[in-house]
């Protein structure tokens, strides 16, 4: 009997200092959200550190408008840091530059002195800049012949569906 206690100590010390160990040297996690965005438009960065202790981090990527942002401790006493950046409005190529998409890494150090890295994708025909709008609503690249060319479909889908609809109304007749 006592050599089965003294085996099942020591594998649940083993166990407990393989867990607490693997706890120690865990990374940093981190994440982007969305993980699509166009030109000009916001990417939020999380991260989750082993320790909480500065009240910001940074984070940068070749992909920001400014190249560097801080990412904030979302709680006092926290472990995770959270900041929104802007993407930077005219984006040509990129690392993994591949036609429409672009992939950007976003990377920093957690209070620890971890590195962390996670990614964004950008996609040169999401819509980007402001929208104006109003009767419609366009984007600010539209122009006035764009916007009348697009009335006039529209107007003449509007004729021709008439049209067809008193057709047949008065052959049912």
């Known amino acids: ?15 407990a200092l393989g867990l607490s160990t693997g706890a120690a040297l865990a990374k940093p996690v981190a994440s982007t959200s969305p993980k699509l965005v166009g030109p000009g438009g916001a990417v939020t960065v999380t991260v989750t550190c082993d320790t909480g202790k500065a009240q910001r981090i940074a984070a940068s990527s ?8 801080w990412l904030h401790r979302t709680h ?12 930077a409005s005219q984006l040509t190529g990129g690392p993994n530059h591949m036609g429409r998409y672009s992939t950007w890494g976003v990377n920093g150090d957690c209070p620890d002195g ?14 980007h800049g402001k929208v104006h709008t ?14 009348v060319a697009g009335a006039a479909v529209l107007a003449t889908a509007a004729v021709g569906g008439t049209y067809f609809l008193r057709r047949r109304q008065n052959n049912q007749s």
């Not at 009997?1 to 166990?15: F, Q």
């Not at 070749?62 to 942002?69: A, D, L, M, N, Y």
């Not at 109003?134 to 916007?147: A, M």
């Open 76 to 87: 006092k006493h926290g472990k995770t840091y959270r900041g929104t950046a802007r993407v």
């Open 1 to 15: 009997m006592r050599p089965t206690r003294i085996i099942a100590a020591s594998g649940l010390t083993i166990a």
């Open 62 to 69: 070749q992909g920001f408008r400014s190249g560097t942002i």
């Open 134 to 147: 109003g009767v419609g609503s366009t984007n600010k690249d539209s122009n006035t012949t764009e916007i």
């Open 114 to 127: 971890k590195q962390w890295m996670t990614t964004f994708k950008t996609d040169a025909r999401l819509p």
